[in-house]
């Protein structure tokens, strides 16, 4: 009988995690809870994350924060006074080129 034939794979590497500790409030005493691919993080919690996912809660976060700040801000944002110039009622634009 003949003997199976074994196949070698690379030795697996060992998942880096990260933690990521979640505010349980914003600025609005709001609570946080982030979602991401179906999982839900919840504020006022710490959790131990592969660094891939870590660092996106912690871009989630960030944009969060900042669009909290920019509700806040007393100046009009640059960005979206660049969106709007030309977006007035009565312009009219010129789609047929």
Do not use: C, W
């Not at 809660?57 to 806040?72: C, T, Y």
């Not at 009009?76 to 080129?97: A, C, F, I, L, W």
């Amino acid at each position: 009988m003949a003997e199976p034939k074994v196949q070698m794979t690379a030795p697996v590497k060992p998942v880096e995690k990260e933690y990521v500790e979640i505010p349980e409030y914003d600025m609005f005493d709001n609570k946080i809870i982030v979602y991401h691919n179906h999982d839900q993080y919840e504020g006022g919690h710490r959790y131990l994350l592969p660094s891939d996912v870590a660092v996106e809660v912690k871009r989630l976060l960030k944009v969060r924060e900042q669009a909290d700040m920019s509700i806040l801000s007393p100046r009009p944002d640059s960005k979206y006074k660049k969106q709007m110039e030309g977006r007035h009622p009565g312009n009219v634009v010129n789609v047929s080129e």
